[in-house]
C-alpha cells in the first residue's frame, strides 16, 4: 500500500478570487459541481479554460464505488428546474465546453436519462455553439436510456470504465466492464457522429498488460478519446492506493494510446474524465465546421 504522496503529487493549487464568485452564482441556482465536490485539483486551471462540470439528478448515489466520495444513499427528489438553470449558468458564466454529469440513479425508471436530454436540449437552445460533452452512468446498458441522452445530439459522450475488468468487482461492484464497453458501442451503433470518450485510474493494483488491453478494448469499440489519471484516496473508508505511478508511465500510455487510433489522449497524474476537454472539443469543433463546410466531404470521410 502507497504511503506518503510523490513529490509529483503535492503542488500547491491556487484559488483564485473567481472562483468563489463562480461557486457563489452555482449555489444561487441550486447547482452542483464535480469540480467542487470532487475537490478536483484542475478546477481552477479548466473554470480559467472556460469548462466546468454540472452534476444534475441530485447529490446522492444509489450505487458505492470503492473510489468516490459522492454521497451513497435513496435518490432524491428531481429539480424540474435543473435543466433551465445548468443552460443559464452556462451563459452566465461564458463556458465554451459544458460537461454534465449524474450520479446513478438506478431508482428512476428512465435512470435519469430524461433529465440528461433535457438539460442538453436546453443549452443548444440558448447556446448553439457550445459544445456539450455528457458523462453519463451505465444505464445498465439500456438501449432505450442511451438513446433518450443520445437524442439530444451531445457533442461527445463520456463513460467511464474507471479501472480494469479484473478490480471491478472491489472498485465499481455495481458495474461491470463488458457492459460498459456495450455502452460506448452503442451510442456509435446510434449516432455515429456522436464522439465517445472514456477514461480510467490507475494505482489500484492493476498491472501494465491489463491497462493496455483496456486502451485495446475501447479502440474494438471505436472509442475517439481517453483520459488517464492516478487515483487519489478521498477518506481513509476509500479504496487504498497501491501504487502512484510515475509520470513517465502516462506519457507511455498516452503513446500507446495515439499508436492505437485514438484521437485524443490526455494521460497524467491529474488528469481526470473532463481535465482539458476544451482541447478535445477544439477538435470536435473544427471536425464540425468542416462537416457544415463541405457535408458531400464529410459524409464521403464518415
Ligand atoms: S456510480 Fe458514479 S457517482 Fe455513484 S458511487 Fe460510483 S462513481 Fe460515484
Redesign the pocket.
Known sequence: MAQRLPDWLTIRVPRPDTIKQVEGMMRGKNLHTVCESARCPNLAECWSKKTATFMILGNT?T???GF?A?K?GRGEQLDPDEPENVAETTEKLGLKHIVVTS??RDDLKDQGSDQFNKTIAAIHRRLPDVIVEVLT?DFKADRACITNVCDAHPEIYNHNVETVERLHTIV?PQAKYERSLQVLKMVKEIDPTIYTKSGMMLGLGETQEEVIRVLKDLRKNDVDALTIGQYLRPTMKHLPVVEYIQPKIFKEYEKIGEDLGFAFVASGPFVRSSYNAIAFSEKVMKERLDRMEQPDAAATQA
Open positions: 448515489c450505487r458505492s464505488c468516490c459522492i451513497v450520479v446513478t452512468p465499481r
